[in-house]
Structure formats: C-alpha cells, structure tokens
C-alpha cells in the first residue's frame, strides 16, 4: 500500500509525537523501534524538504573573477 505523501508541518508534527512517545518511556521494546525508525523516516523527509526549499531561493554565481557567490534564485520562465 502506497504512503500518502506528508507535508513538511504534518511530518514535523509527527516527529514531535514520535520523540514525545519515546521519552515517556511506557512502549515496548519492539514497538518503541518501531516508532524510531518512523522517526528516522520524517526526520530525513524533513531534511529532504528543507534542501529543496533552500535550494529553491539559493543559488551560486560564478563572477566574472571566477569567484562564487550567492545570489537570490531567479526561476527560468
């Protein structure tokens, strides 16, 4: 069965439920894994996120004196 895809608010939500559940300390051992490695899953989808959206308003020029440098992310139309 396919996973309907999180907004990053609805994966970070999670996560903050995940770590709360697992700092109470009242779960099994095999369900408390179970909950870190959903943990581990939005944590990464919430990184994954996050470069997508800086590389979204980011981006590196190259000047004419070959050096880099940042400058506000124009979209090509």
Same mark, same amino acid.
């Given at each position: *069965?396919? =996973?309907?895809?999180?907004?990053? =608010?609805?994966?970070?939500? $999670?996560? @903050? @439920?995940? #770590?709360?559940?697992? =700092? !109470?300390? =009242?779960?099994?051992?095999?369900?408390?894994?179970?909950?870190?490695? @959903?943990? /581990?899953?939005?944590?990464?989808?919430? #990184?994954? *996120?996050?470069? $997508?959206?800086?590389?979204? #308003? $980011?981006?590196? $020029?190259?000047?004419? !004196?070959?050096?880099?440098?940042? #400058?506000?992310? /124009?979209?090509? @139309?």
């Amino acid at each position: *069965m396919a =996973e309907k895809k999180m907004t990053f =608010e609805q994966a970070m939500t $999670r996560l @903050e @439920e995940i #770590v709360s559940q697992l =700092e !109470n300390g =009242e779960h099994a051992l095999e369900d408390a894994l179970s909950l870190y490695e @959903e943990g /581990v899953k939005r944590m990464k989808q919430c #990184v994954s *996120m996050l470069d $997508r959206a800086e590389q979204k #308003v $980011r981006k590196l $020029r190259t000047d004419e !004196n070959g050096e880099l440098s940042e #400058v506000p992310f /124009v979209p090509e @139309e």
